[in-house]
T-cell receptor, first 117, second 114 residues
Framework: AQSVAQPEDQVNVAEGNPLTVKCTYSVSGNPYLFWYVQYPNRGLQFLLKYITGDNLVKGSYGFEAEFNKSQTSFHLKKPSALVSDSALYFCAVRGYILTGGGNKLTFGTGTQLKVEL | ETGVTQSPTHLIKTRGQQVTLRCSSQSGHNTVSWYQQALGQGPQFIFQYYREEENGRGNFPPRFSGLQFPNYSSELNVNALELDDSALYLC?????????????FGEGSRLTVL
């Protein structure tokens, strides 16, 4: 079964500094990996995905993620953090629904990002 | 704004009661998935509906059931509510059973069971 792990419950960064939110994965076969963001009392918003190709994936709001097959990691990065980036970030992996033929996402436990002035 | 709307946004029920949550999918989307997000946890897959039929479910008991209507909107029903059912219930719509993996989430229905 596929899974993702987010080792940090919270990441604190000063505004203007680079940020990294970590994610490692465990899948059989090629991974389809995603990052979603959740603002307080809101649903999840898609940020970016890796399916195949370039190991550096660019997404919304200036975020990017680096896929590393040898380390089974998919870390989210941003060169210069903003206070408005403060939110809950989820890494996810796509898996098959065995009984139905469709796909589902398995999410990590989330990392709270706090960007301070 | 994703175009996915959920109702109600908040509700309080007591143990043993039943609840129905509703979701309108984004225009053009024929697949609806439901996820449960307990406090401090990531969303957990409940089940998926595709063209009005259940397309698979996660590790949830049968008292969690659903429907999808011809306009692709969906309902989640939970019978015999338990305290552990307290959570944010998220609906996500997509095209063609989420092949791309990019889901469009509503803002959720927060259920409190007392």
């Amino acid at each position: 079964a596929q899974s993702v792990a987010q080792p940090e419950d919270q990441v604190n960064v000063a505004e203007g500094n680079p940020l990294t939110v970590k994610c490692t994965y465990s899948v059989s076969g090629n991974p389809y990996l995603f990052w979603y963001v959740q603002y307080p009392n809101r649903g999840l918003q898609f940020l970016l995905k890796y399916i195949t190709g370039d190991n550096l994936v660019k997404g919304s709001y200036g975020f990017e993620a680096e896929f590393n097959k040898s380390q089974t990691s998919f870390h989210l990065k941003k060169p210069s953090a903003l206070v408005s980036d403060s939110a809950l970030y989820f890494c996810a992996v796509r898996g098959y629904i065995l009984t139905g033929g469709g796909n589902k996402l398995t999410f990590g436990t989330g990392t709270q990002l706090k960007v301070e002035l | 704004e994703t175009g996915v709307t959920q109702s109600p946004t908040h509700l309080i029920k007591t143990r043993g009661q039943q609840v129905t949550l509703r979701c309108s999918s984004q225009s053009g989307h024929n697949t609806v998935s439901w996820y449960q997000q307990a406090l401090g946890q990531g969303p957990q897959f409940i089940f998926q509906y595709y063209r009005e039929e259940e397309n698979g479910r996660g590790n949830f008991p049968p008292r969690f059931s659903g429907l999808q209507f011809p306009n692709y909107s969906s309902e989640l029903n939970v019978n015999a509510l338990e305290l552990d059912d307290s959570a944010l219930y998220l609906c996500a719509s997509s095209r063609d059973r989420e092949r791309s993996g990019e889901l469009f989430f509503g803002e959720g229905s927060r259920l409190t069971v007392l």
